[in-house]
């Protein structure tokens, strides 16, 4: 079946250090979006991206889809001890109107060091 | 909006007991989505429902689980027997789908120890 992989698993930054997830799945993905679950919660969408190359910001957060459609990746600048987390990129395989599928990747563990 | 509602949001069992988890989404979304979660696996979707139709089910790890969505504001996840690899947290999730795809509005999750 369709499988969605980020990298890496884990990642220890100080504070005010860069951060990047990779999202690779091994099938064309009508869009993708992009989750923050804080320790002990719940995901929470952060933002969707459905073109190919496209590129989105939110504040200090770049996301970006690749062109084949089949790979993403979340930058953090300047993360912030807020940016605790686990990241997950999601997918909807194609065809779009016919598939209500919402595939979660494995997750990014994200801790910062004040 | 009081947003995706689960309960309970904490379930310690015993072996071999059945479990249902319950799960109320946003009035007036379509989708709903239970998924579970775990250090090993992550996020596994296990099934989801469109309009209140199974569309979906091959998450569902064996025919201990069953899920059942009996009208748009109401879903249940029941484990018979369950076991102690069940335990995991429990996610639903619920979104209006419409046009290039919507955001999935999760709920607090269940919490479930079989020990």
């Known amino acids: 079946g369709q499988q969605v992989m980020q990298i890496p698993q884990y990642q220890h930054v100080q504070e005010g250090e860069d951060f990047t997830t990779y999202c690779n799945s091994s099938?064309?993905?009508?869009?993708i979006q992009w989750y923050k679950q804080r320790p002990g919660g719940h995901p929470v969408f952060l933002i969707q991206?459905?073109?190919?190359?496209e590129v989105k910001k939110q504040k200090r957060l770049t996301f970006q889809f690749g062109e084949a459609k089949k790979n993403s990746s979340l930058h953090i600048t300047a993360t912030q001890t807020t940016d605790v987390g686990t990241y997950f990129c999601?997918?909807?395989?194609?065809?779009?109107?016919?598939?209500?599928?919402?595939?979660f990747g494995s997750g990014t563990r994200l801790l910062v060091r004040p | 909006d009081a947003g995706v509602i689960q309960s309970p949001r904490h379930e310690v069992t015993e072996m071999g007991q059945e479990v249902t988890l319950r799960c109320k989404p946003i009035?007036?979304?379509?989708?709903l989505f239970w998924y579970r979660q775990t250090m090993m696996r992550g996020l596994e979707l296990l099934i989801y429902?469109?309009?209140?139709?199974?569309?979906?089910d091959s998450g569902m790890p064996e025919d201990r689980f069953s899920a059942k969505m009996p009208n748009a504001s109401f879903s249940t996840l029941k484990i018979q027997p369950s076991e102690p690899r069940d335990s995991a947290v429990y996610f639903c999730?619920?979104?209006?789908?419409?046009?290039?795809?919507?955001?999935?509005?999760f709920g607090q999750g269940t919490r479930l120890t079989v020990v």
């Open positions: 429902f469109n309009n209140n139709v199974p569309i979906d």
């Open positions: 991206l459905v073109k190919s190359g």
């Open positions: 999601a997918g909807h395989p194609p065809p779009m109107d016919s598939s209500y599928k919402l595939i």
């Open positions: 099938t064309t993905l009508s869009n």
């Open positions: 999730a619920s979104s209006n789908r419409q046009g290039l795809g919507t955001e999935a509005f």
């Open positions: 009035s007036g979304h379509n989708s």
